[in-house]
């Protein structure tokens, strides 16, 4: 089981202020197509951009000696992996798209705010929506559903590579989340990430004050080499 590393304060400062859509092109350009979590919208309106280490929970279809209400009582149960999480780790739960039970409900998400937990991620819903949201906990899903998790799933592990959304996360990879959905970060390609993309935020800004502007779109997003040069001229004036 994969010990959680530490992520530096001006590292999710940095990556706080990058969207995830300027990532997800970043690594485009990196060759990476498959970083976005599908399914994973969130849950509340104007849940501010979310950034950690990713805490993974894996769930594999229900079945029926395993999936029971006793196996919320297992040392391998989600209550036993939430008192495994560090403050500001991201939950990213492999809940196999299931959209018919809840894996966490109001209980277990404020017993994660209380341990510091940053946010819950997965490809499935959660349960007590009103609950949920009396809690706090940022979470990012396909929405709500009255049956417990072991009415479709049955809890196996965390702290494993799993599949959310389609796109495999292992644990200490980096979560950002938005309004957009969750971006998975290989922890391999950090320090890239870190050196591009308040670069590439910045660039965009730049392009939208020329839209502003009235400036045509050909030429200017892509830039040609004219419009290259003018941005460089306007960074150096700063």
Wanted: proline content about 6%; glycine content about 10%; hydrophobic content about 45%.
């Amino acid at each position: 089981m994969s010990d959680v590393l530490p992520l530096e304060a001006s590292v999710v400062a940095t990556l706080e202020t990058v969207t995830t859509a300027t990532l997800t092109t970043i690594l485009l350009k990196k060759g990476l197509r498959n970083v976005w979590m599908r399914g994973t919208r969130p849950f509340r309106e104007g849940q501010k951009r979310t950034v950690g280490r990713a805490f993974t929970l894996r769930f594999v279809p229900a079945r029926e000696d395993l999936a029971t209400p006793e196996s919320w009582a297992s040392p391998k149960s989600t209550r036993a992996a939430i008192e495994a999480m560090p403050a500001g780790v991201i939950a990213v739960a492999d809940s196999m798209g299931t959209t018919d039970a809840g894996i966490f409900g109001d209980i277990l998400c404020a017993r994660m705010v209380k341990r510091g937990v940053a946010g819950l991620v997965t490809d499935g819903v959660v349960r007590d929506r009103s609950g949920v949201l009396s809690t706090g906990m940022k979470v990012w899903c396909q929405g709500a559903a009255a049956p417990p998790s072991v009415a479709g799933l049955t809890f196996v592990d965390w702290q494993q590579p799993i599949g959310c959304g389609g796109v495999a996360v292992f644990p200490n990879d980096i979560v950002v989340v938005d309004d957009d959905g969750a971006v998975c970060i290989p922890q391999a390609l950090l320090a890239d990430i870190l050196a591009q993309a308040p670069g590439q935020e910045h660039m965009e800004g730049w392009i939208m004050d020329e839209v502003g502007r009235g400036v045509a779109l050909p030429g200017l997003y892509p830039m040609n080499a004219e419009t290259k040069a003018r941005y460089e001229a306007a960074k150096g004036k700063k």
